[in-house]
């Protein structure tokens, strides 16, 4: 995994709007489907590069959501569109805000239909990660991208809108899932790209469980940061990075676990780099857990510089200013610019307009020139 070593890299969460052709190719993942997908990719490649983004993706476009992909993916799910699942990952903000919930946000509301794991769960998605990584290596290749990483969820995030009717035990249920997310890992390692591991729901159980209790939440997620660390082994620590966030959707977030709370969960995953929220009104305050955590050796931080909560454009000297500080916390070489959350949760949303979302990866990477030759001088690289 490369380094800020003379400049402050820039990179994203990894969703990115789909564009028109490739929501109206359809579900058929014909051969046209394929075309039109690797078509795609590699113009959301080269659009990345364009804007100035150092370490870029495939926009996610051959999955079907940041999470819910894998459904299609792992057997042992059966889907159930007449039974609603409770949105417990919005914790008491459903309460707290139900008329805005009601009015806005209906499936906070009511609830989403899911699916019931009814079965052995096995990873069944070699095709279709192959595919994903052949198309974003051939686009890095023509468009002259040196760096790529992909996403792949973890396993707090999977079927958060589900239920176990099959293994035993939570802990079987679990690590079940781990054992076949690891599946999907190791082909995007052996590929040669830097896997990046999704983790929104980990963070989001917090404000649900901890109504129970402190300790509820703790042990909830300390096994599946243990069934995480089980999936990774065996993968150097450098080739991996991991994002926690609170989620894309556009709500109050009061429910939202405050890092100093979750950071030393995060920390205990064996990863080379961590991606937080810290763009957002609600979390941008939290620079200051890193004047009391020491972020550890070798490890680099990934702060969210711009966002997608809203559409305004972040000016660049606002984003060189935010970068700076996190530079003098944790030290440049550890830091690079990123993103607080992927700008389309599931393929047929979108956060902000196509054009808005260009424009932020453009303003991160002026901000990044502005706080290089701040934090390096005539030294920064170009």
Not at 134 to 140: D, I, P, Q, S, V
Not at 177 to 186: F, N, P, Q
Not at 340 to 363: L, S
Request: glycine share 8%; aromatic share 8%.
């Amino acid at each position: 995994m490369k380094r800020s070593q003379d400049r402050i890299l820039t990179t994203h969460v990894g969703s990115i709007v789909r564009p028109k052709a490739l929501l109206d190719a359809g579900k058929q993942h014909d051969a046209a489907y394929q075309q039109t997908l690797k078509s795609a990719v590699a113009d959301v490649v080269a659009r990345q590069v364009k804007a100035g983004i150092d370490v870029v993706n495939d926009g996610e476009f051959g999955k079907s959501g940041w999470a819910n992909y894998i459904l299609d993916r792992l057997s042992g799910f059966k889907p159930q569109p007449n039974k609603l699942y409770e949105a417990v990952w919005l914790g008491r903000d459903r309460v707290r805000f139900a008329e805005f919930m009601a009015a806005e946000f209906p499936r906070g509301a009511k609830g989403t239909s899911g699916h019931d794991c009814v079965g052995p769960i096995k990873y069944q998605g070699h095709a279709e990660v192959r595919r994903d990584l052949e198309n974003l290596k051939a686009a890095a290749a023509t468009a002259g991208a040196h760096d790529v990483f992909f996403t792949a969820v973890a396993p707090a995030s999977v079927g958060y809108d589900a239920s176990n009717e099959y293994y035993k035990t939570e802990e079987d249920y679990v690590f079940a899932i781990a054992d076949a997310l690891r599946e999907e890992y190791l082909e995007v390692h052996k590929a040669g790209v830097v896997l990046q591991v999704d983790d929104a729901v980990l963070a989001n159980m917090y404000d649900h469980l901890t109504e129970q209790s402190p300790q509820h939440f703790r042990k909830w997620a300390e096994l599946r940061v243990e069934a995480l660390n089980r999936a990774l082994a065996g993968i150097p620590e450098d080739r991996i990075r991991y994002h926690i966030c609170f989620g894309s959707w556009h709500v109050p977030h009061v429910a939202d676990a405050q890092l100093e709370d979750i950071v030393d969960l995060m920390l205990k995953v064996r990863a080379g780099a961590y991606s937080i929220e810290a763009a957002n009104v609600r979390h941008e305050h939290e620079w200051y857990v890193w004047e009391k955590t020491k972020l550890p050796a070798g490890k680099i931080l990934i702060p969210g510089i711009i966002t997608h909560h809203t559409t305004t454009v972040e000016h660049p000297r606002l984003v060189a200013n935010r970068i700076v500080n996190f530079a003098k916390l944790v030290g440049r070489e550890n830091v690079m610019a990123g993103s607080d959350c992927g700008f389309a949760q599931a393929e047929g949303i979108q956060r902000v307009h196509p054009q808005v979302m260009w424009a932020k990866f453009e303003a991160l990477a002026e901000g990044a020139r502005l706080a290089s030759k701040e934090l390096w001088g005539s030294r920064a690289a170009a």
